[in-house]
C-alpha cells in the first residue's frame, strides 16, 4: 500500500494543475460538466498546456537571473508557477466560456453554429438578458417582468422574476406589494422575449 501512494504523490502532482483549472472553469462557468473520464482527458491536456508555459517561464527567469538574481528556481517554485499558470489558465477559460468569445469568432469564421452556452435556451437567456420577459405557465397564466436570474436547466431551478406583473386578459396587472417572484422553471411552458423598451431620448 505504501508502494502505491508513493507512485501515485508524484503523479497526483504533475496532474493537479490541469485539474485545478478545469475545477475553476466549471466552477465559475455554465458549461454542462462531461462524463468523469472526458474531464480527467480535459484535466491532462490541461497539464500539459501548463507545463509547456511552465517551461518557457522557467526558462525566461533563468535567461534574466543571468543579469539579475533574484533566488534559485526549486522544484517548489516550478511548483508555485505552475499552481498559479492554471489558477489564471481556469479564469481564463471561464472567462472565454461565459462571454462566447471563442465561439464567436469560430461562427464569424464559418466553422461551427454552436455557441459556448451548450444549449439554445442558455444563449437565448444570455444573449437577450437586457429585455423583459413573458412566462406562459402550465396552468395557462402568463407573467410578466425582468429575469434577474434563470434556472441553467428548464427543467430545473428557478427564474427571479423583478417587476412581476399577470396579463389578464391582454391586460397588464401588477402583482401589488411583490417586488420579486421566484417562478420553478418546470412550471413554464414557453417564454416570450418582448422587444426593448426605447428611451423618449432615442426617439
Given at each position: 500500500?505504501?508502494?502505491?501512494?508513493?507512485?501515485?504523490?508524484?503523479?497526483?502532482?504533475?496532474?493537479?494543475p490541469?485539474?485545478?483549472?478545469?475545477?475553476?472553469?466549471?466552477?465559475l462557468?455554465d458549461?454542462?460538466?462531461?462524463?468523469?473520464?472526458?474531464?480527467?482527458?480535459?484535466?491532462?491536456?490541461?497539464?500539459?498546456?501548463?507545463?509547456?508555459l511552465?517551461?518557457?517561464?522557467?526558462?525566461f527567469?533563468l535567461?534574466?537571473g543571468?543579469?539579475?538574481?533574484?533566488g534559485?528556481w526549486?522544484?517548489?517554485?516550478?511548483?508555485i508557477?505552475?499552481?498559479?499558470?492554471?489558477?489564471?489558465?481556469?479564469?481564463?477559460?471561464?472567462y472565454?466560456?461565459?462571454?462566447?468569445?471563442?465561439?464567436?469568432?469560430?461562427?464569424?469564421?464559418?466553422?461551427?453554429?454552436?455557441?459556448?452556452?451548450?444549449?439554445?435556451?442558455?444563449?437565448?437567456?444570455?444573449?437577450?438578458?437586457?429585455?423583459?420577459?413573458?412566462?406562459q405557465?402550465?396552468?395557462?397564466r402568463?407573467?410578466a417582468?425582468?429575469?434577474?436570474?434563470?434556472p441553467?436547466d428548464?427543467?430545473?431551478?428557478?427564474?427571479?422574476?423583478?417587476?412581476?406583473?399577470?396579463?389578464?386578459?391582454?391586460?397588464?396587472?401588477?402583482?401589488?406589494?411583490?417586488?420579486?417572484m421566484?417562478?420553478?422553471?418546470?412550471d413554464?411552458?414557453?417564454?416570450?422575449?418582448?422587444e426593448?423598451?426605447?428611451?423618449?431620448?432615442?426617439?
Amino acid at each position: 500500500m505504501e508502494d502505491f501512494f508513493g507512485k501515485a504523490v508524484p503523479f497526483l502532482q504533475v496532474v493537479l494543475p490541469g485539474f485545478l483549472a478545469t475545477f475553476i472553469f466549471y466552477w465559475l462557468s455554465d458549461s454542462q460538466k462531461p462524463g468523469q473520464f472526458e474531464r480527467v482527458i480535459q484535466a491532462l491536456i490541461g497539464t500539459a498546456i501548463i507545463q509547456f508555459l511552465a517551461s518557457y517561464i522557467q526558462a525566461f527567469a533563468l535567461m534574466v537571473g543571468e543579469f539579475y538574481c533574484l533566488g534559485v528556481w526549486t522544484e517548489k517554485s516550478s511548483a508555485i508557477c505552475s499552481a498559479c499558470l492554471a489558477v489564471a489558465f481556469g479564469l481564463l477559460l471561464a472567462y472565454l466560456g461565459n462571454n462566447d468569445i471563442l465561439y464567436r469568432v469560430a461562427r464569424k469564421m464559418g466553422l461551427t453554429h454552436r455557441s459556448a452556452d451548450g444549449s439554445d435556451w442558455r444563449f437565448a437567456h444570455r444573449t437577450l438578458k437586457d429585455r423583459s420577459i413573458v412566462l406562459q405557465l402550465l396552468d395557462g397564466r402568463r407573467l410578466a417582468g425582468y429575469p434577474r436570474s434563470w434556472p441553467t436547466d428548464p427543467e430545473k431551478g428557478h427564474y427571479l422574476m423583478q417587476f412581476p406583473t399577470w396579463i389578464e386578459n391582454d391586460q397588464f396587472v401588477p402583482a401589488e406589494g411583490v417586488s420579486f417572484m421566484l417562478v420553478s422553471g418546470v412550471d413554464v411552458q414557453w417564454t416570450e422575449f418582448l422587444e426593448p423598451v426605447k428611451d423618449e431620448e432615442d426617439d
